[in-house]
């Protein structure tokens, strides 16, 4: 029987990543996948939001993602846009991407770090045992590992197999959506529950709510043209359609993220509409919590409890993704009343305060893990500054592409916990000055900090004070104890 110190289980964008930081970090791991390749629509995901796009800065590979996709504003709130050009970050905008170009580009970088990925893989059963996981697959095979995850989407086998329960709201509604070309261009804009605009290639792309919420096992032209003379009275001459698929506004969350040797991460914890357009980066940024924490338990420098701080710090940021969809699904009802409601907070965005909270909210860039209280940086992502060291001056982000964790010392200091056995495991230590002042999208300026330690997700997990002992208590908390 093969045996892994990880199976993921799906290859989609969460799966990918969490594999990616699993391998950085010298984690034997394998992807089971089902599909034998990459679904070529672009039915899902248009796009990264800024702190995506920091977390791939943070490894290093950003950049390929940029050359691909177009620099734009892409969030919005209910169709609303939000603009991010003042916030303080090196990506002040978003990144238009369809997943069907992004999931090869991830693949691309798995390639080169060596990552296996077993394709036409299903898996259909688990069993665990006191110290490993028995991982059944359709072709009667079954690998074992230390630890399973489930980044298998929303309907997830994972998730039903471990018992986790999915507590939420059944959908409301189904949307018809795709690519499609037509004799006489409409008007693009909003209406009719979606919209109509531009597509890749000079297709036009129509989102349209349908009367049924019943799902529709294959959607067909017809389904689409009977949307478009329900909404517009015309339907354009629509014809060849590149790809059509339906989805709905299910709303559900994990009650938990782990069951003993089992997680989940991405779609399988959480689904929600596609408002906003945040599952999959999410879903990214779950793995990106996740991967180094998991490492740290299996080579036993961390207690099995540092997994539950997954559960602690992802659930509450997914909840918030739920309501906020919830919150734009409602927006975009396309009654009277509502379209009252959409043209007052129209006009409340555009004042600074509240368009930088949804914002922050939609980008990514807020996210706070309760690390309790004390100096703003603490629970939130380092910013991206210029560190001058005594012999260069490098960006911060660049010291994470390993995914090792950071005490930066800013101020001089001689006082300090003996690091040593911490050192021994990664953590960098850096003395640098920073030139710029500290500035946290959202939250503004925050006093300069003399010491922080940066975890490798980019989180700040401490700031220094006068009490020393609070150092050594967060190494041990994030890095394991120094014995
Ligand atoms: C219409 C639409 C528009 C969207 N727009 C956006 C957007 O603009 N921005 C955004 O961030 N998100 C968007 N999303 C959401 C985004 O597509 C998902 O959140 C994202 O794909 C989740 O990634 P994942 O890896 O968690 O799951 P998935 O992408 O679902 O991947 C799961 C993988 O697991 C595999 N799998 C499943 N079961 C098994 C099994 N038993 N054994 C082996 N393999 C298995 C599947 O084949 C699949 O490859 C949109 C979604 C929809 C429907």
């Known amino acids: 029987m093969d045996e892994y110190q990880v199976v993921v289980v799906g290859a989609g964008p969460t799966g990918m990543m969490l594999a990616a930081e699993l391998t950085l970090v010298g984690i034997d791991v394998v992807v089971l996948e089902r599909r034998e390749t990459f679904s070529l629509e672009s039915a899902r995901s248009k796009g990264l939001h800024a702190r995506t796009l920091e977390v791939l800065d943070q490894r290093g590979v950003v950049e390929r993602f940029l050359e691909a996709g177009t620099a734009a504003q892409v969030q919005g709130f209910g169709g609303i846009r939000l603009d991010i050009i003042d916030f303080p970050t090196r990506y002040n905008h978003g990144l238009a991407l369809p997943q069907s170009q992004f999931e090869p580009l991830l693949a691309e970088w798995l390639d080169e770090l060596d990552v296996r990925i077993l394709r036409g893989r299903e898996v259909t059963g688990i069993s665990q045992a006191d110290t490993s996981v028995a991982v059944s697959l359709a072709d009667a095979t079954t690998i074992r590992a230390q630890y399973v995850v489930g980044c298998d989407g929303g309907r997830s086998t994972i998730r039903k197999l471990a018992g986790i329960d999915f507590v939420g709201w059944d959908a409301s509604t189904r949307w018809i959506t795709g690519e499609v070309e037509m004799e006489r261009t409409p008007e693009f804009g909003l209406r009719g529950g979606g919209g109509i605009g531009p597509a890749q290639d000079g297709r036009i792309g129509v989102t349209l709510t349908l009367p049924t919420v019943e799902d529709i096992n294959e959607p067909t032209l017809e389904d689409l043209r ?14 060849s359609p590149h790809w059509l698929s339906t989805f709905t506004d299910t709303t559900r969350q994990a009650t938990t993220y782990r069951k003993g040797r089992v997680l989940i991460a991405g779609d ?41 701080t997954y559960t602690a710090e992802r659930h509450p940021v997914a909840a918030r993704v739920l309501q906020n969809t919830m919150a734009q699904r409602a927006l975009t009802a396309g009654d009277d ?19 930088k909270h949804l914002a922050g909210m939609i980008s990514g860039l807020d996210v706070t893990y309760d690390l309790g209280e004390g100096h703003p940086l603490l629970g939130r992502r380092i910013p991206d500054l210029d560190l001058h060291t005594e012999t260069e001056t490098i960006r911060l982000y660049s010291l994470l592409h390993n995914a090792r964790p950071i005490l930066l010392n800013l101020e001089p200091a001689d006082t300090r916990i003996d ?41 700040v997990a401490w700031v220094e004070n006068s009490n020393n002992d609070d150092l050594k208590q967060a190494l041990t908390t994030w890095l394991g104890p120094p014995g």
């Open 419 to 459: 690091l040593t056995a911490w050192i021994e495991r990664g953590l960098q230590y850096i003395d640098a000055i920073v030139s710029d002042g500290w500035e946290l999208p959202v939250i503004g300026d925050v006093p300069p900090p003399s010491a922080v330690f940066i975890r490798p997700d980019g989180h």
């Open 226 to 239: 009977e949307a478009l003379i329900r909404v517009d009275g015309n339907d354009y001459g629509v014809h």
């Open 268 to 308: 399988a914890a959480h689904v929600h509409a596609p408002l906003g357009g945040q599952g999959l980066n999410i879903g990214v940024q779950d793995a990106v919590n996740l991967g180094w924490k998991l490492a740290q338990v299996i080579t036993g420098t961390s207690p099995e409890e540092l997994l539950d």
């Open 337 to 355: 009343r509502t379209t009252a409601l959409r043209a007052i907070l129209s006009e409340t965005i555009t004042m600074d305060e509240p368009r």
